[in-house]
Structures are given as structure tokens and as C-alpha cells.
């Protein structure tokens, strides 16, 4: 494509070379003169400049005196995203079942779905158009799967849940009889599980995108459009609502509330029956509190040798003054 194309697709405009050919998406460092290049962090903006790039797509203030081949846009970073579906699309997925999946009794699955090598899907399992099953990936009984949904390998859906019941001095089992559903366009990152519903339903809303290694434990409810990153666990009845942001190595205890909107920093971890409110507010922390309590409890923390040294010079300082009085 010509940067005028990507340009005119984009909605925006360009200056330099139009006609520039872009035959591939690359990093600032790496970039060629046939490679399109984003701007869109401070750190970006200054190798920005000393790259090779054929073309920088840039933040609308971006100072282009030296004369370079742009493409100015609010976000760089999700036109790029665009740009590379163009010119570097990925490989599509074969339409139908691999000869080495196996298959149960009364499955529904749409004839562009592409179900891949060793994948396991057992009875009653619906699989929505355009859904893609890379290898090896294992869906239980009674599951639903939306359209366009991508699960990558290693992935389980609908194991049981853990639940457990504690008599006569041993554990025994609840039997998880409940099913999963997976709304539409939804992404599931390699050996991520979800199990299934003690009772009910464990749901995954539309859009949610869900990174390598989470959990989602039994009659878990997912929202739509939330995103979790990796080695996040959620234990069961935990519920989070639209559009809430779940970072890396999450920890949940059961039956938490996250409200629609939230966002959850890296590694915190979020006590059993808790609510974290929404509306843009960002938690982080164990337990999990607003950031902003979580910075000032942590500058406290900083300070703790310092005034550890000055507690200890008080107590010298006392105990001179009492030996003094006492003489």
C-alpha cells in the first residue's frame, strides 16, 4: 500500500511522499524505508527522529521540520494496529474440523468455525461462525462459544469448578452440573481455563479479551469488553462488570464484585466478597485499595528506616535525661 492509501483508509491526512510504497509494520529501531513506524509515548518521540523508518504514523502535534513522511492521528498506536491487518494480515484460519479433533454427540458448530488439530470438544457444544480453535484445545459438555471467538491452544473450557464440601472429616466433592457460555468476539489466551457453573452458568460477555493463563473459576460473571492480563485468577461467583481492566497476576477470593469501569493493577489482590468501584477508579495492592492510598501507604513504608533512627536516638536521648534526673 502507498502511504496516500493508508491515509485516505485512516480518514486523515499526510505529509511527504504519498506515493511511498509501505510493504510491512515495524519497530522504530528496526524499521526500514519500506516499513510504516508508530509514535505515541515521549520515549518513541525521541528515536523517532534518528529512525529509518518510510513512514511515522504520529500524534497530531507532532514537530515534523526535518521534512519526514507522515500520517498524523489521535491514536498512533490503534491506526498502526489497522495499518498491519492491510499490509501484514495475518494467515487465515481453514474453515472446518481437523481430521484429528474429536467431536461429541449433538454439537452445533457453524461451518466457517475452524476447529484445529487435537482439539477435544464434547457433547452438546455450540460453536458460533467465524470461531477459531487453534491446537489442542479442550471444550467440555454443555458449552456455548459465540461467534468470532478466537481460543488459543492449550485452553480448557468447562472443567468443573472447585467446590468442595467438608464432612465426616474429609472433603467431598459438589457436583458441578452447570454449563459456560462465551459471548461473541471474544479472545481466550493459551492455556486459560474456565470452568463451568457449580449451578447455572459461568459467562464470558461480548469483546472480553482474556490473556495466557487466567482463571476464571465456577459462576464467575464476566461482563462485556473486559480485558485480562495474564496469571490472573478469579475465584467462583465473582462478578466483573463492562469495560473493567484487569492487570497481571491478579488475585481474587470468591464472590468479589469488580464494577463496570474499574481498573486493577498488577499483582494486587482483592479479598473475598469485595467491592471495587467503577467509573475509571484504579486499585492496586494487597489488599486491593484506590492508588492513591496504596502510593501513600507505600511512601510511609519508604520512610520507615528513617524514622526507625529517630525513634532510636529518642529513646537515647530519654534515657540520658532520666540518668541525668536520677543523678
Known amino acids: 500500500m502507498t502511504v496516500r492509501e493508508i491515509a485516505e483508509r485512516l480518514g486523515t491526512t499526510f505529509e511527504g511522499d504519498g506515493e511511498r510504497q509501505v510493504s510491512g509494520v515495524a519497530t522504530l529501531e528496526?524499521?526500514?524505508?519500506?516499513?510504516?513506524?508508530?509514535?505515541?509515548?515521549?520515549?518513541?518521540?525521541?528515536?523517532?527522529?534518528?529512525?529509518?523508518?518510510?513512514?511515522?504514523?504520529?500524534?497530531?502535534?507532532?514537530?515534523?521540520?526535518?521534512?519526514?513522511?507522515?500520517v498524523r492521528i489521535k491514536d498512533p498506536r490503534?491506526?498502526?494496529a489497522a495499518v498491519i491487518n492491510w499490509v501484514q494480515p495475518p494467515p487465515a484460519a481453514a474453515a472446518g474440523i481437523h481430521p484429528s479433533a474429536v467431536i461429541g454427540a449433538n454439537c452445533r458448530i457453524?461451518?466457517?468455525?475452524?476447529?484445529?488439530?487435537?482439539?477435544?470438544?464434547?457433547?452438546?457444544?455450540?460453536?458460533g461462525a467465524g470461531s477459531v480453535l487453534h491446537a489442542?484445545?479442550?471444550?467440555?459438555?454443555?458449552?456455548?462459544?459465540?461467534?468470532?471467538?478466537?481460543?488459543?491452544?492449550?485452553?480448557?473450557?468447562?472443567?468443573?469448578?472447585?467446590?468442595?464440601?467438608?464432612q465426616n472429616g474429609r472433603y467431598d466433592k459438589f457436583p458441578q452440573v452447570g454449563?459456560?457460555?462465551?459471548?461473541?468476539?471474544?479472545?481466550?489466551?493459551?492455556?486459560?481455563?474456565?470452568?463451568?457453573?457449580?449451578?447455572?452458568?459461568?459467562?464470558?460477555?461480548?469483546?472480553?479479551?482474556?490473556?495466557n493463563m487466567v482463571h476464571i473459576g465456577h459462576n464467575c460473571r464476566i461482563g462485556k469488553h473486559v480485558v485480562?492480563?495474564?496469571q490472573t485468577g478469579l475465584a467462583g461467583g465473582t462478578v466483573i462488570e463492562d469495560y473493567a481492566v484487569i492487570g497481571g497476576q491478579v488475585g481474587m477470593g470468591d464472590n468479589v464484585t469488580i464494577k463496570s469501569g474499574a481498573i486493577v493493577g498488577s499483582g494486587a489482590g482483592i479479598l473475598s466478597n469485595k467491592v471495587l468501584k467503577g467509573g475509571?477508579?484504579?486499585?492496586?495492592?494487597?489488599?486491593?485499595?484506590?492508588?492513591?492510598?496504596y502510593l501513600e501507604a507505600l511512601a510511609s513504608v519508604a520512610r520507615l528506616p528513617q524514622l526507625k533512627k529517630e525513634v532510636e536516638a529518642l529513646v537515647r536521648r530519654l534515657a540520658e535525661?532520666?540518668?541525668?534526673q536520677g543523678e
Open 30 to 70: 528496526a524499521a526500514g524505508a519500506s516499513h510504516l513506524a508508530f509514535v505515541n509515548n515521549r520515549r518513541a518521540l525521541r528515536e523517532a527522529h534518528a529512525s529509518a523508518a518510510g513512514c511515522l504514523l504520529v500524534c497530531v502535534d507532532f514537530d515534523n521540520s526535518g521534512g519526514r513522511t507522515i
Open 78 to 80: 490503534a491506526a498502526c
Open 110 to 127: 457453524a461451518e466457517d468455525a475452524s476447529i484445529g488439530p487435537h482439539c477435544s470438544i464434547g457433547d452438546n457444544v455450540a460453536i
Open 136 to 166: 489442542n484445545v479442550t471444550v467440555y459438555h454443555d458449552v456455548k462459544i459465540g461467534a468470532r471467538a478466537v481460543i488459543h491452544s492449550g485452553a480448557v473450557i468447562g472443567a468443573d469448578g472447585f467446590g468442595m464440601v467438608f
Open 179 to 211: 454449563r459456560v457460555s462465551i459471548g461473541d468476539d471474544v479472545e481466550i489466551g493459551a492455556n486459560t481455563t474456565i470452568d463451568r457453573a457449580a449451578l447455572g452458568v459461568t459467562s464470558i460477555g461480548d469483546g472480553c479479551k482474556f490473556d
Open 228 to 230: 485480562i492480563a495474564a
Open 280 to 293: 475509571g477508579e484504579v486499585y492496586w495492592g494487597t489488599p486491593a485499595r484506590p492508588l492513591k492510598e
Open 321 to 324: 535525661l532520666e540518668k541525668a
